[in-house]
């Protein structure tokens, strides 16, 4: 005997609209998952380590993307991306001030050597400086020390 299967339009359909009334119901239980969250994905460090060294991953994900294509990347970007992008960007703007405060300060707190004429060689210890400073308060943020 067959299994009766309902018609694919029809279970997206429902997909939608169920997702539609509940979305208040994610919105306070994902907020309160937070910790729950944070200790299990500390725990998968293993797992996360050996999926992402596992034999063929990168022909694995070669396949995902061809899979996916351009024109799902293309459709996706105009149907959600772009009425979702000015939003994105102001909820993160407290973790973007965050997350770029450590290298502005590091930077404000440089002295520089003195710039010398257009196309010197010297001028690139400026370079260098800014980014010697900028790598070793990387490393310093995640906790480990200069490599």
């Known amino acids: 005997m067959a299994i009766k299967v309902k018609p694919v339009g029809a279970s997206a359909t429902k997909l939608v609209e169920r997702a539609q009334a509940a979305s208040a119901e994610y919105a306070t ?7 729950d969250w944070e200790a299990a994905t500390r725990a998968a460090q293993g797992a996360f380590t050996q999926a992402v060294t596992a034999s063929g991953i990168g022909a694995r ?7 996916a294509g351009a024109a ?7 149907a959600v991306g772009a009425g979702r992008f000015s939003q994105g960007v102001a909820a993160g703007q407290e ?21 010398q004429p257009r196309g010197s060689a010297a001028n690139y210890a400026r370079v260098q400086a800014v980014g010697n400073a ?12 200069a490599g």
């Open 95 to 115: 973790d973007y001030v965050s997350g770029v405060e450590p290298y502005f300060s590091t930077i404000a707190a440089l002295t520089l050597p003195q710039r």
């Open 72 to 78: 799902k990347y293309t459709r996706k970007v105009t």
């Open 29 to 35: 239980n994902a907020a309160a998952a937070g910790g």
């Open 134 to 145: 900028l790598h070793a308060k990387r490393l310093a943020l995640l906790g480990v020390g």
């Open 61 to 67: 994900f070669a396949r995902g993307v061809q899979k």
